[in-house]
């Protein structure tokens, strides 16, 4: 059962690009509906068998992990997977409405959006440093198209820069690839795992070397200044895919290689070092959010800010207690699950926000509150996920990451917490201001269609709600893992 | 589940579900609105009713579930716990009547509305909240639903003044986050108990205690309006009248001054609290807090504006109460709770009424309109002897019980302070008073408006009456069984004897 499942998850988005390469927009949009529907069940269905069965290791076609994919279906893994399908059909069904059909390069959009969902579910379920590099790479080169299907100058070069951006970090993380490959013959993450004893020096630079990349495609201050412009063109469905999962993906191969090598190749230095990165994205990257004259700007920069939190792991996993590294895994965790529905949301609010405006300006929006409180709405929503307050996902988040600085003795990281979630309400805020503002009381504004405003409020409530079942979800997430499979893997 | 577990969800679930049904409601069905509206507030009063009655008996309402690791959602319906609900309850019915009719033919109905209910909502919340996370929980998304409300006008100043409202509220919240994070490291998860938790605790913890101790209260401290956090409270009166008795009498300024009682008996405990020798300084802090926001409204010309330094003063008395070390101050502190609501509120009705029916703000402006609207004006002055003091009005019983808890304290200092405010109070209301009813009219009202027969809106009128006979009443049936002042003795004689 699970393998019929496991396929479907990986050749469904494969087989939809290809076939969708051949149609037009509007009937690549009809193909495209099936297929959310089909990886939605899929998904759902992945994650309540691993949830009754537990996790388990699979080699596609039987073939083992040198020469074939192997995959690791854990908790967390098929978690991700449900996420990326919750966030992609809610992209894919925003985009299906508010992408201008009529453009000829459109109808690049359905098979760049199905080759970015491959990518991801290889990412997710990824066993093996080769094939995490080649999924990581479909994810960049289908990202990087997404953005330029602006047409407009400004949108290439934004994609451009991101192109570069990430060719260099998939370089670095190739270096440390190659590295690893040389000192132990393999590219199983189990494998080496049990192979490695002690921090060599040259596994060291391979490992900084692959956290470098990773934290380049991540955006981590000071490595950010890709993101907003790219996040902040791209059209609104595609920005809330790129900062809702894409660059979670790379973040979540860095955390995958902190967990299993990190004890014995990592340093106090390293880990409060990326701890600091990421303290310093939060409080610079929420400031700059605040300057920020437009709507997604703010948003854009907002995810700098929100990714900074994600590198606190390193520095609460590192020689720690287990049940300390255990709240900050959990803490860390459902801040990526969080910031996904609720980035997302806001985007996609966003982008409804300046279609009703005709125009991405913050000023622009005052009188909105009056007449068009429904995006506005799903907009605050989702911005109380990202203050942290609660009953929110994002505060189930920080309260867990509070918990691990307060007993792991760090609490230079409670001041950081504390502080982002101040600046984030500063830029939240910001922007209710300007929309309550009453300047006229003529409505001149746009009306989009009921399903555009009513998806980033399904999505804001996902990321609302998350707080109130945060228990459930992660005892899914810390669900054994059958280690014993992993030695079958074993040549 | 039973119906213990029932009520507490209920009593939440009814004005949360209101919420939504208001938001979902076209801008422009009114009637629909408002029927739901009085709906949920009737049966929230009917759940709440049935939910003290039940406490009295002694039967347990609680609920809880896990939702973080060592987390627990909980709600717990205790007698303390049904003094703030009962008066959010009985409140609420009478200013969403007010507002009603205060807002009739003002744009943004349904986001008003719609809020108010978040608001109604989390108040509930707060006081039914069985531990300090919940509570939490249920503090945050109260500051979260008044801000709409707040810069509800959408002109620069309110807008100005919403933005402080957040930055202080939010602020607050902050330092009180860091405080429960901190003292769940410490020792988990705390549910709420009458006789706190800290009792014979080990004495290598006190330090920290002490700490997390200020750290709660500062951030509790910003709502109930104490010196030197309350600089948003003046400022937010620009709000619309049922908002501002929102914030003053049922909700912000009390989810404060609940908090600090819960952090000092249900968390710390009375006798620890003391043993450390943290109430001695919170009871200077109110004093001065009380002296200091009399002060200030003596300078008032904006009539709200004074009303609300009057608010600064008079929610520090609650304060006052909970920090004199023995049963009677703690009566004291806690009757006030309801006699504050009620007396405040009756206030802001009467200063919405002149701002509605004769367009005016000042002080100044109020020359002979007693003769004008003689209702309203009947209902601001008892209202205003009732804060003054005046037997055998609400504020005289408050005022009486807390001085002998005063002696029995043997803190006599406090005598001075409560006879210094009450000549402050005196000083900035009874003018007031005097022009309503003594002064000729000189100018024409800035803005009159007529409505009928009557002296103002029926839907304006008939709140702050009930009010008024409300005050009236809890004075002088203050010794019956069914007083305030009887739940507050209830309560008492739980926390001090378990």
């Not at chain 1, 495609?217 to 200044?225: D, E, I, M, N």
């Not at chain 1, 900050?328 to 985007?347: D, E, N, P, R, Y």
């Not at chain 2, 807008?159 to 003292?183: E, F």
Request: glycine content about 10%; aromatic content about 12%.
């Amino acid at each position: 059962m699970s393998q019929w499942l496991i396929a479907g998850l990986l050749f469904t988005p494969l087989a939809w690009a290809a076939l969708s390469l051949l149609l037009g927009f509007r009937q690549g949009r009809w193909l495209s509906w099936l297929g959310m529907a089909i990886q939605m069940a899929v998904s759902l269905a992945l994650w309540f068998a691993v949830m009754e069965g537990g996790g388990f290791y699979y080699a596609l076609g039987g073939w083992n992990a040198p020469l074939g994919i192997a995959l690791r279906v854990d908790g967390l893994a098929v978690t991700f997977v449900l996420l990326t399908a919750a966030v992609g059909t809610a992209c894919g069904l925003h985009a299906g409405v508010y992408l201008d059909a009529d453009k000829p390069w459109q109808r690049y959009f359905w098979p760049l959006f199905w080759f970015l969902w491959a990518g991801l579910n290889g990412v997710w379920l990824g066993a093996d440093l080769f094939n995490l590099y080649v999924s990581l790479e479909l994810i960049s080169l289908s990202a990087v198209g997404l953005v330029a299907l602006g047409g407009e100058a400004a949108a290439l070069r934004a994609a451009l820069r991101y192109l570069f951006a990430a060719l260099l970090g998939s370089l670095a993380y190739l270096l440390g690839v190659a590295l690893f490959y040389g000192r132990f013959g393999t590219l199983s993450l189990a494998v080496i795992d049990q192979l490695l004893v002690g921090g060599e020096p040259a596994l060291i630079v391979a490992l900084l070397l692959m956290l470098a990349g990773l934290a380049l495609k991540t955006a981590l201050f000071p490595l950010h200044a890709w993101l907003p412009p790219a996040h902040g063109i791209a059209r609104s469905p595609v920005s809330a895919l790129l900062s809702g999962l894409v660059i979670k993906a790379s973040f979540y191969i860095a955390a995958r290689l902190w967990m299993e090598l990190g004890d014995r190749l990592g340093s106090p230095w390293l880990a409060q070092g990326m701890g600091v990165l990421g303290a310093a994205a939060v409080i610079w990257g929420s400031w700059l959010a605040f300057c920020q004259p437009h709507l997604k700007q703010v948003v854009a920069y907002s995810s700098v800010a929100q990714i900074g939190y994600l590198f606190l792991l390193f520095p609460l996993t590192f020689a720690v207690a287990e049940p300390v590294s255990l709240l900050a895994q959990q803490g860390i965790t459902l801040q990526v699950i969080s910031h996904a529905l609720a980035k997302a949301a806001m985007f996609l609010a966003a982008g409804n926000l300046i279609l009703s405006v005709r125009s991405n300006r913050v000023k622009a929006l005052a009188g909105v509150s009056h007449f068009l409180p429904f995006s506005l709405f799903s907009f605050g929503l989702a911005g109380v996920s990202l203050m942290g307050l609660p009953p929110t996902g994002g505060f189930a988040a920080k309260w867990l990451l509070l918990q691990a600085s307060l007993a792991s003795g760090q609490w230079w990281w409670v001041v950081v917490l504390l502080l982002g979630g101040v600046l984030a309400a500063a830029y939240v805020f910001r922007i209710y201001r300007a929309s309550f503002l009453e300047v006229s009381n003529s409505d001149d504004f746009y009306h989009p269609p009921q399903s555009l405003e009513a998806i980033p409020m399904i999505l804001a409530l996902l990321a609302l709600g998350l707080g109130l079942v945060a228990e459930p979800v992660l005892s899914v997430l810390a669900l054994p893992f059958e280690v014993v499979a992993a030695e079958a893997v074993h040549p | 589940m039973s119906a213990g577990a029932l009520l507490p969800i209920l009593a939440l679930l009814s004005s949360l579900l209101a919420a939504v049904v208001i938001f979902a409601l076209p801008e422009t069905s009114h009637r629909l609105r408002t029927l739901v509206n009085l709906l949920a507030a009737l049966l929230k009063l009917g759940i709440v009713a049935v939910m003290t009655w039940g406490v009295f008996q002694g039967i347990d309402f609680s609920v809880s579930f896990t939702m973080l690791p060592g987390v627990r959602f909980m709600l717990r319906a205790d007698a303390l716990a049904m003094l703030f609900a009962g008066l959010s309850a009985l409140l609420w019915l009478l200013t969403t009547i007010y507002a009603v009719g205060y807002l009739e033919d003002s744009p943004n109905r349904s986001r008003f509305f719609g809020f108010f209910s978040l608001c109604v909502a989390s108040t509930m919340g707060i006081a039914l909240a069985g531990n300090l996370f919940t509570f939490f929980l249920f503090y945050e998304m109260l500051t979260l639903s008044t801000y709409p409300l707040v810069v509800h006008r959408g002109t620069e100043k309110a807008l100005q003044a919403g933005r402080n409202y957040i930055i202080y509220t939010l602020g607050g919240g902050v330092v009180l986050l860091l405080g429960i994070a901190w003292l769940h490291g410490l020792a988990g998860d705390l549910a709420f108990r009458e006789t706190g938790h800290f009792q014979g605790s080990d004495p290598a913890l006190h330090g920290q205690l002490t700490l997390i101790f200020v750290v709660l209260i500062a951030g509790l401290g910003v709502k109930a309006g104490m010196f030197p956090v309350h600089g948003w409270l003046p400022q937010a009166m620009v709000a619309p009248a049922p908002v501002s008795a929102l914030l003053h009498a049922v909700a912000v300024v009390k989810a404060g001054a609940f908090g600090i009682v819960r952090v000092v008996y249900d968390i710390y405990g009375i006798d620890f609290a003391f043993a450390l020798g943290l109430l001695q300084p919170l009871a200077w802090l109110a004093a001065f807090t009380i002296l200091y926001g009399s002060v200030r409204a003596l300078t008032q010309i904006d009539l709200k504006r004074r009303l609300a330094f009057s608010t600064i003063s008079q929610v520090s008395y609650i304060i006052l109460g909970v920090t004199l070390f023995g049963p009677i101050g703690t009566v004291g502190g806690l009757v006030h709770l309801l006699h504050q609501g009620i007396m405040k509120i009756t206030l802001f009705f009467c200063a919405g009424n002149y701002a509605e029916t004769l367009g005016v703000h000042r002080v100044d402006e109020l020359d002979g309109a007693g003769a004008r609207m003689p209702a309203t004006s009947a209902a601001f002055t008892l209202a205003v002897l009732g804060m003054i003091g005046v037997p055998p009005l609400a504020g005289f019983v408050t005022k009486w019980v807390l001085g002998t808890g005063a002696l029995a304290a043997s803190m006599e200092w406090v005598i001075l302070v409560l006879l210094l405010s009450s000549l402050l109070n005196a000083a900035y209301f009874l003018p007031i008073v005097y022009r309503l009813w003594f002064s000729p009219v000189v100018a024409p009202w800035p803005a009159e408006r007529r409505w009928g027969r009557l002296e103002t809106s029926a839907w304006l009128l008939w709140p702050p009456l009930v009010t008024t006979l409300m005050l009236i009443l809890v004075g002088l049936l203050a010794a019956t069984a069914f007083s305030p002042l009887s739940w507050a003795r209830l309560i008492v004689v739980r926390m001090y004897l378990p």
